[in-house]
C-alpha cells in the first residue's frame, strides 16, 4: 500500500499539468463549432493537444522523480532514457525491421498503441530504481568519468531494453485479446455497452482502452459510432450508445467525487487539495478530460476507481435503455454536448443533464462514505511519512514549530555550511559536521533536543523524538533557501518527544502496566548499547531480548508515528502515554531490508494487533544488535512493567 501511495503521489506531478492543456483544446473546439477556424484557434488547439498527446512521456518523467529517493535532475533524465529506447525499439517502423517485413501494414496494430500511460509508468519506475541503484557506483579509475550519477541513465537502457523484448512478445497478444473481447460484446446490446464502459475506465492505467475504443468508435467491427455520429450518417436511436453514457460521468460525476475527496481531506491541507481538485474537476466537466481526477485517486485509493468504472458501465447501460443518444468529436464534456445538441443522431440530450445531477449526488455520496469509512488515502488525506515536504508532492505546509526549532538547531551546530550531511532515524537527527567543536550542546537543548551525542569523528547525534522527521525536513528547507523560520515564534519547549511536553514534576512514580510486547527476554534499559535508550534520555522503560519476529500492540491505543525503515513504532495509549519499540539499534541502516509496517499512522489498534514484523536472522547478519527498547516518550517518571 505505501508503494501505492507513493505511486499516487508521483503521478500528481504530470497530471497538474493536465486541466490547463484540455481547457486550452476546450476552448478551441468551442470557438471552432460556433465561429469557424482560424490561427487562433489552431494555436490554442495545438498547445492544448501538444500535452495531452505526449500525457505518457510527462508520466515517465514524474513517476522517475517522485518514486526515486531525494530525487534530483537525474532521475528525471533517466525517466526519459527509459522511455526513448522502449517506444523507439517498439514503434511499427522499428518492429518492421525486426519482424522482416517490407510494409509497415503488415505490423500488428498493437505497435501503434504502444506510447501509452502504463508504458510511461513502467519507464519512470525504471529511471527511479536505477537512479536509487546506481547513482553512488564507483567504478575503476579509467572509467570514473562514468562513476554516479553519469551511470544511471546507462544502465536506465540496459533495463529499458529488457522492457522493450518482453513487450514485444506481450503487448500484441494482450491487445488483440482486447480487440476480439470487444468484438464479441459488441453483439450484448444495452448490456454490452455497459461491459465496454466498465472496461474502459478499467483499462485506463494500462493504457489498453484504445483497444476497446477502436472496436466500438471506430471501423475495426462495423459499428464506427464516433465517425457516424458526427457525420450524421448513423443509425438514429442506435448511433451514440457506446459514447452517450459517458457525459453524466465525466461532466457530473467526477466532480461529484472531486467534492467529497476536497471535503474529507485534511484541514491542514485542503488549500492545496482545492486547487488541484477544482483545475480538475472544471477540465472533466468542460472537456471530458478526466485524467487529471481519475489519477488523482487512481493508485491512492484504488478501490474507489473499481467504483468509478462499475458506475461508468452502469451509465452506459442506462443511457443504451432509455434510450439517450449523444456523441463527442473530443470528449464527453459540455462544450462537446453544445456542439452537437442538434446533430441529427442525438436524441433526448436534455436527459444527460437530468442523469447528471442522479450521478453527480451518487459519486459524491459513495465517495464520501468510503473515505471516511475505510480511511482512504485521497488527495490531502495521505499519511505524513509518505509525504515529502518542499517538493512538487508537498500536500501540506510544514508547522512553523518546526521551523523554529529546525533554525535553531542549524545556529547550534554552527550554522548550514558547518552540516555536510543531515538524516533522521526514528527518535534522532544523524549529521556529519565539519567542524564538531562548534556544536552547542547547551543550545541544543534549550531549542528542543533531549541530548546530543557525539560517537567519533565528524559523526553528531541530535535525539529528538517520534517527529525527528519533520524537524529534519524543515531544516533541509531552511539550508536550501526553500523556507525561513517564522520571525518572533515562540521556542520549542518539548525537548524528549519533539511535540509532546516532558512532564518533569510527576510527584511519585507512575506504573505503566503493559502487555509484553515481544516474544523474548526482559531486561533492563541500562543493558541496551546504545546510550541514548541505557541512560534512559528518550525516556525511561525496559527492553527485550528478542526470540520472536512479531511485535504487537501493549494496549489499546493509536498509532503515533511509522517510519520508512519499518524498525520502530509509537503508540499513544488511551490514557495519553506515549511509547516507543524500537527493533534492535542502529537497524535504521538497513533501510527497511528485513523489515514490516503492519499498520498506519492514526490507526486505532487494540491490545495483540501485531504492529511490525521483522527478520531476526538479518538483524544478526547485518551486524547489529536485536535487543528492543520499550520507552516511555512523555513522563520521566513513568516505570514500565510487563504482565
Known sequence: MKFLQRLGRSIMLPVAVLPVAAILVGISNWIKGTIGGGVVVDFLYTAGISLLSNLALLFAVGISIGMAKKSDGTSALAGVVSWLVVTTLLKPESVMLFMGVNDVNEVPAAFANVENVFVGILCGLIGAFCYDRFKDTKLPDALSFFSGKRSVAIVTAGFSLVLAAILFFVWPFVYGGLVTFGEWISFLGPLGAGIYGFLNRLLIPIGLHHALNSVFWFDVAGINDLNNFLAGTGTYGVTGQYMTGFFPIMMFGLPGAALAMYLTAKSTRKKITYGILLSAA??????????????????????????????????????????????????????????????????????????????FFIYFGVFYFFIKRFNLKTPGREDDNILEEGTEFDTHDVDQKYLVTGSRFIDALGGKENILDLDNCATRLRLEIDDVSQVDDAALK??????????????????????????????????????????????????????????????????????????????????????????????????????????????????????????????????????????????????????????????????????????????????????????????????????
Request: hydrophobic share 45%; net charge negative; no cysteine.
Open 282 to 359: 472544471i477540465a472533466s466537466f468542460f472537456v471530458g478530460v478526466t485524467e487529471p481526477l481519475e489519477f488523482s485517486f487512481m493508485f491512492l485509493a484504488p478501490v474507489l476507481y473499481l467504483v468509478h468504472a462499475v458506475f461508468t458501465g452502469i451509465s452506459m447501460a442506462i443511457s443504451a435503455i432509455l434510450p439517450v443518444r449523444m456523441g463527442f468529436g473530443f470528449s464527453a464534456g459540455f462544450v462537446d454536448l453544445v456542439l452537437n445538441w442538434t446533430n441529427p443522431m442525438a436524441q433526448n440530450p436534455w436527459l444527460i443533464p437530468v442523469m447528471g445531477v442522479f450521478w
Open 446 to 643: 534549550r531549542a528542543g533536543a533531549a541530548g546530543t551525542m557525539k560517537p567519533g569523528g565528524k559523526s553528531v547525534q541530535v535525539i529528538y523524538g517520534t517527529n525527528v522527521q519533520f524537524v529534519k525536513d524543515a531544516m533541509e528547507q531552511i539550508i536550501s533557501g526553500q523556507a525561513e523560520a517564522p520571525a518572533g515564534a515562540a521556542p520549542e519547549q518539548t525537548p524528549a518527544t519533539g511535540g509532546t511536553a516532558v512532564l518533569t514534576d510527576a510527584p511519585t512514580t507512575t506504573a505503566v502496566k503493559l502487555r509484553q510486547p515481544l516474544e523474548g527476554k526482559i531486561v533492563p534499559l541500562t543493558a541496551v548499547p546504545d546510550p541514548t535508550f541505557a541512560q534512559g534520555i528518550m525516556g525511561p522503560g525496559v527492553a527485550i531480548e528478542p526470540t520472536g519476529d512479531t511485535v504487537v500492540a501493549p494496549a489499546d491505543g493509536t498509532i503515533g508515528a511509522t517510519f520508512d525503515s519499518s524498525h520502530a513504532v509509537a503508540l499513544v495509549l488511551g490514557d495519553g502515554t506515549e511509547l516507543l519499540i524500537h527493533v534492535g539499534i542502529d537497524t535504521v541502516g538497513m533501510k527497511g531490508d528485513g523489515f514490516e509496517t503492519l499498520v498506519e499512522k492514526g490507526q486505532k489498534v487494540t491490545a495483540g494487533t501485531p504492529l511490525l514484523r521483522f527478520d531476526l536472522a538479518k538483524i544478526h547478519a547485518a551486524g547489529h544488535p536485536s535487543i528492543t527498547p520499550v520507552i516511555v516518550l512523555n513522563n520521566e517518571n513513568a516505570a514500565v512493567t510487563f504482565e
